[in-house]
């Protein structure tokens, strides 16, 4: 079983969100949505907790917001994403520390972090699939989809249903029809409502930072898709340690998925920053200790983690402003020097509403400005930390030699008893998203 002396059961997380919510009812609201499929027989019933937290105080609209939906706890047996939704509440809850984490060296600095923090709005469901972490913590640590077994992030309907030759049901059964399931149904009409410019599926059994497409091999054309990417490159030192697969997921991960939340979010309802994040992976675990191979089983591995992923949302904030589908309204209008490249496509994309009328905020927007500018120096100096100088040289040279070393030792890598070992391995890596 997890060791619930370091990870929450279920009652416990909601437990504390709802305290959470309450010691701050100013910034959080929290709705449980009743979810359930009555046709189906028996019926089946769930709920859906979403967290709404404003850390500007609460307003009737959120035209004038940027505006992030975080899904956590999508499959069952990645317990580690819940306890990233929690600590990410925690520290909303009480940002100081992470503001002065603001003024580190290359950081936007406290006022300008927090000024940010407040024209952001925030829909987090800290667990998705409850009746699938049911299972789980009866004993089936393996269990992924949901109360009835399907898997909702094979529920969507943007390729909803074509199956790969290795398709496995009992790791991904995308259900009856798109949407038949009512955790994903619920999201959707979630998501609808919300308009968000960000979407972040949370999820575990290695670690990556996926953009779409999940169903094809590549990444999208055109300039939000690379700017997107850019955003994830610089997370990947960030937050990631540079460890992480970036990219497409249906390339990156090295199989195709089909019907993913990922893809429709993009595709269908054009929320520009689409993502799926896996946040923990451990090679190591055998193949049936699911518990481990999704989840860390140390306490400073834990901590580790769920400290590291819950900031990662506090360094992707600090990036938005200058991603191209995020509407300039909704970060730095009319900053006046900020220099915006020809054909960058701001304000409304198709889809996403900026509101269209949000008054001028010339201090934020002047703040931001300067606060981007020592971001993008900020990342720079995490990829070689003396820019110009021999030093950075000598440092790009070892990534470049590591990298090829890397490359050797993975393509003489693949003899048979390794062959064999991933080939245990493969189903189950195989459905990480
Ligand atoms: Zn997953």
Known sequence: MPDFSIYHTKDQVFEEVENLVKANAQIMKLDVLAISDEVSDPPYRSSLKVVTVEPGGHTRDHDKKMRLLLNYGEHGRELITVEVALRLLQILADPSAEL??????????????????????????????????????????????????????RNWEVHWGHKEKDYDPNEEYPGTKPFSEPEAAALLALARKFKPHVWMNAHSGMEALFMPYDHLPHIPTGEVAQATLQVLEKLNNVTCGGRCALGSGGKSVGYLAHGTATDYMYERLKVPLSFTWEIYGDNDAHFNDCFRMFNPVSLEAFDKVVTSWADGIFA????????????????????????????????????????????????????????????????RLRVFDAPGSRKGLIGGLCVALVAIVGFVVLVRGGGRAAAAKRAA???REEAVL
Do not use: Y
């Open 100 to 153: 002065e984490r603001g003024d580190r060296p290359g950081g936007p600095g406290k006022a300008r972090l927090k000024a940010l923090l407040h024209n952001t709005v925030f829909k987090i469901v800290p667990m998705e699939n409850e009746k699938g972490r049911d299972l789980v913590e009866g004993g089936n640590l393996c269990e992924r989809k949901n109360g009835r077994g399907v898997d909702t992030n």
């Open 425 to 427: 391995r493969r189903k």
């Open 316 to 379: 992707l904030l600090e990036l938005l402003p200058s991603h191209p589908a995020i509407p300039r309204t909704n970060t730095q209008p009319h900053s006046g020097g900020r220099k915006v490249e020809p054909g960058a496509t701001r304000s409304s994309r198709e889809g996403v509403s900026d509101g269209g009328n949000a008054s001028p905020d010339r201090r934020l927007g002047a703040a931001v400005q300067g606060w981007q500018n020592r971001m993008s120096e900020a990342a």
